[in-house]
Every structure is written in C-alpha cells, then in structure tokens.
C-alpha cells in the first residue's frame, strides 16, 4: 500500500525557521514532491528531489533520505504569507501519492 | 497564474446523476493528471493521460473515467454520482510523463452531491 505522513498542523513565528518533515512508504519510488496550497486556491510546484540530499531554492529548503522514506521542507524567514497548507507527494511511475498536507500557521 | 484552466468553477448534482468536468492544459502539455481532494485532505491520484491514452490510475473505481483531446483539453467523467463524490476536483498538467517534471495545477472545480 502507500502511505504518506505529514503533520496535521504548525505554527511559528515570522522570521523564523519552520521544518515540516514527510515520512512515505510506497510500493515503489521514483522522486518527491513538495507543493503549496492556500486555503481555496489550487497546489503550486515547491520542489522535487530524487536523490538523497538537500535541494536549496531561496528561503525554501527540501531534504529527502530514500533509505529512510523520508524528507522535510526547510523553511527560513518565515513571512505571514508562508501561512498555507504544505503537501509532500511521492511519485511511483506516473502516480502520484499526496499526504493530507501540513497546515502551517506563522504569526506575528 | 499557471495557464491551467477548469470549468465550471462550482456544480451542484444530486446522487445518481452524471458529470463532466474540464480542464484546458498549458499549450504543449502533453500529460494531465487529475485528483479530487476532499476537505482537510490532500491530493488523491484519479488517472493520468499522455498523449490521449491512460498512462496511470489511482485507487477509483470504473464510473470515473477520463478522456484527453489533442487540442490540450481534457474530461473528467463521472457517472452514478455518490454522496462522498462531492470534492474539489483538480486538473494538473505536465510538458511529459516522467516524474521529474512539475505539475502546473488549475483552479479546480468544486462539486457538491446531494
């Protein structure tokens, strides 16, 4: 089976670092996905590894250790506008498997 | 804005009924996923399309089904409607099929079953 583990919610404060960790366990792996998602809006692209190892992309970080069935998503400088739901994904030869995403909330 | 269009934005159905949703791809896309995510929940994988054939399907029985066009749009069918049905339906399209390309989501269509 596949199954996905985010944690359900977050907070933090503005201009800290926040770390929302994904473990996964699926039938087969091919690469991980992390997305962005405000309330009523659709999921946007945050990152994809497929190797172990940090992938740095401005105030976002993604780690992701495939021995381990794990990542996290690194974020520093949190901002109000970093509040939203952020979903981990593994993708499996042209599927793809969504946790039910971690809500992030950043307060003053 | 990803250049990833859905409609109708809302529908309301009542059980037993039939329903398609659409999607417009960003031009060249050749693949298009679609999910339908209930509330509080992520993403759940229906099927994906490549090149107008089924190239991947999620854990959804029969009554859903899918159809792409050459033209970068795309259906999402669902027949003999159920209560748990009603969900956010989201399109995401993709340059190919690999899994190294990224998802460009649209607005999604949110459908209420009665």
């Known amino acids: 089976g596949q199954n996905i583990d985010q944690p359900t919610e977050m907070t933090a404060t503005e201009g800290a670092i926040v770390q929302i960790n994904c473990t996964y366990q699926?039938?087969?792996?091919?690469?991980l996905f992390w997305y962005q998602q405000h309330a009523g809006e659709a999921p946007t692209f945050l990152s994809y590894n497929v190797l172990d190892g940090l992938e740095e992309k401005g105030r976002f970080s993604s780690f992701l250790s495939r021995s381990k069935g794990y990542s996290y998503l690194l974020l520093k400088e949190l901002q109000m506008k970093d509040s939203a739901s952020y979903l981990c994904?593994?993708?499996?030869?042209?599927?793809?498997?969504f946790g039910s995403g971690t809500k992030l909330n950043v307060k003053p | 804005e990803t250049g990833v269009t859905q409609s109708p934005t809302h529908l309301i159905k009542t059980r037993g009924q039939q329903v398609t949703l659409r999607c417009s791809s960003q031009?060249?896309?050749?693949?298009v996923s679609w999910y339908q995510q209930a509330l509080g929940q992520g993403p759940q994988f229906i099927f994906q399309?490549?090149?107008?054939?089924?190239?991947g399907r999620g854990n959804f029985p029969p009554r859903f089904s899918g159809l792409q066009f050459p033209n970068y749009s795309s259906e999402l069918n669902v027949n003999a409607l159920e209560l748990d049905d009603s969900a956010l339906y989201l399109c995401?399209?993709?340059?190919?099929?690999?899994?190294?390309?990224?998802?460009?989501f649209g607005p999604g269509t949110r459908l209420l079953v009665l």
């Open positions: 699926t039938s087969g792996f091919n690469g």
């Open positions: 995401a399209s993709s340059l190919e099929a690999g899994g190294q390309e990224t998802q460009y």
């Open positions: 031009s060249g896309h050749n693949t």
């Open positions: 399309y490549y090149r107008e054939e089924e190239n």
């Open positions: 994904a593994a993708y499996n030869f042209n599927k793809f498997y």
